[in-house]
């Protein structure tokens, strides 16, 4: 898969989550300088990628992630790459990269079928919580239809060409469609709001601290919020029974905190649409 790269590792997670196979898929390589980094990416299935302003001195390195991809790829494994080499906050295609197509390449002169998916994926706003998210998996072409010359040089413009313009011509930035719930979900949404906002207010200005003038703000909060969030539902559920609650009324309380949050989420989309 090639897709375009608007925001971070988020863009990767959506993709992900849309597959039952795992996804292997490139990233940039100074995410994997400390040894743990290092480990832990390399179980979710990345693969260090360098570019020059991550040191020239390191783009060797980049001969090892060309041949692990075409290794993948062979084994039938599903590759995905942003085939734009860096993250920008817009939905305007970068110029391409050459990777995929010599991955591509490499796979074809390996004599392995190939099919290749253009992928996009957009958002209705980079900053707001409570966004919309339109994913777009297109027809998978054919590699060799996108690598049919014998020169290497204008097989990579080629491939590049056509997937601009596959690519190019299915972002679409997702609407919010009009709804008719919003008077119902005001009460809900209202507790919801108020059960969450300290946690939420805590969380939002420590990574925003840590990501600010960075493409890592979305990607980060989610990530903080997947472990959290548990965790403190784990330590509320502590505190209640410490305090004798009830056993009905504390699940009662544990399951409906999700619910909260979610129709304070769907009002907030449904009052700044309408």
């Avoid at 796979?107 to 777009?136: C, D, E, W």
């Avoid at 805590?202 to 989610?222: E, H, P, Q, R, W």
């Avoid at 609650?245 to 989420?265: F, M, N, Q, R």
């Amino acid at each position: 898969m090639v897709a375009n790269h608007p925001n971070s590792f988020l863009d990767a997670i959506i993709i992900a989550a849309h597959f039952k196979e795992p996804i292997h898929f490139l990233a940039r390589g100074d995410a994997f300088r400390k040894p743990w980094h290092n480990r832990l990416l390399r179980l979710l299935h990345m693969i260090p990628i360098y570019r020059i302003s991550e040191g020239r001195e390191n783009l060797h390195k980049n001969e090892y992630a060309i041949e692990r991809s075409a290794e993948l790829l062979q084994q039938n494994k599903i590759v995905l790459i942003f085939i734009e080499g860096i993250c920008l906050h817009t939905h305007s295609l970068q110029p391409f990269k050459k990777g995929a197509a010599r991955i591509a390449l490499s796979v074809i002169k390996a004599q392995h079928p190939l099919r290749v998916m253009p992928v996009t994926v957009s958002y209705n706003s980079f900053t707001a919580f409570g966004k919309h998210i339109r994913l777009h998996l297109a027809e998978p072409i054919e590699a060799k239809q996108l690598l049919p010359y014998e020169d290497d040089a204008k097989n990579f413009q080629y491939f590049n060409e056509r997937l601009y313009q596959q690519i190019s011509g299915i972002i679409q930035i997702p609407r919010v469609s009009q709804t008719h719930y919003r008077i119902p979900l005001a009460i809900p949404a209202l507790i919801g709001f108020f059960l969450h906002i300290p946690l939420y207010t805590l969380i939002k200005k420590a990574v925003y601290a840590k990501t600010k003038g960075t493409v890592f703000f979305d990607s980060v909060m989610f990530g903080i919020l997947l472990i959290v969030y548990p965790l403190y539902l784990i330590l509320l559920t502590i505190l209640l029974s410490m305090l004798h609650v009830k056993s009905s009324i504390l699940l009662l309380i544990i399951l409906l905190h999700p619910l909260l949050a979610y129709c304070a989420v769907q009002y907030k989309i449904t009052r700044n649409h309408n």
